[in-house]
T-cell receptor
């Protein structure tokens, strides 16, 4: 069964304390892996797309990396405004459409 | 450029009632989709469309209908609301016809009593 598992479920960091969020997946025929940020009461906001193992993308304090089985979202020196839920999604070739499976997210809280 | 808009923001229905959730995008995206988000579960795809006149089912289509008469609009219809349809509904669009990088609307919080 195709699965996307994110860990930890919740993470509390002090401002400036770097850490990583994990997204592990068991899908066949990976086409792409996506990271989104979701603030309370809002829709997910696109952050990154990764297509192949070894690929890295960066945006401000965030860096996403991809291996054959998992992706990491590294947060360097986080600020309180980085507090949000981070969602991972994988896209695979599946029959007539490109199936996208979302994980349940990691809720990040950054304390001043 | 408003992006993806959804109305209403909140809705309460009684069991058996029907309603339409509206979604519109002004980015000229061919791909549009509807998801539901429930506590402890990832976003789940209800229906999607790869262009005007073309729609298909996603992972959880039962109880919902869609149509796509224009590139801009993609309404979601609940035929006979049930408590199990209580959820937050998100519409999304993508320039990628395979539904890769998606841009989401603000969501509609629906409660069915």
């Amino acid at each position: 069964e195709d699965q996307v598992t994110q860990s930890p479920e919740a993470l509390r960091l002090q401002e400036g304390e770097s850490s990583s969020l994990n997204c592990s997946y068991t899908v066949s025929g990976l086409r792409g892996l996506f990271w989104y940020r979701q603030d309370p009461g809002k829709g997910p906001e696109f952050l990154f797309t990764l297509y192949s193992a070894g690929e890295e993308k960066e945006k401000e304090r965030l860096k996403a990396t991809l291996t054959k089985k998992e992706s990491f979202l590294h947060i360097t020196a986080p600020k309180p405004e980085d507090s949000a839920t981070y969602l991972c999604a994988v896209q695979q070739n599946s029959g007539g459409y490109q199936k996208v499976t979302f994980g349940t997210g990691t809720k990040l809280q950054v304390i001043p | 450029n408003a992006g993806v808009t959804q109305t209403p923001k909140f809705q309460v229905l009684k069991t058996g009632q029907s309603m339409t959730l509206q979604c519109a995008q002004d980015m000229n995206h061919e791909y549009m989709s509807w998801y539901r988000q429930d506590p402890g579960m990832g976003l789940r795809l209800i229906h999607y469309s790869v262009g005007a006149g073309i729609t298909d089912q996603g992972e959880v289509p039962n109880g919902y209908n869609v149509s796509r008469s224009t590139t801009e609009d993609f309404p979601l219809r609940l035929l006979s609301a049930a408590p199990s349809q209580t959820s937050v509904y998100f519409c999304a669009s993508s320039y990628d016809r395979t539904g890769g990088e998606q841009y989401f609307g603000p969501g509609t919080r629906l409660t069915v009593t």
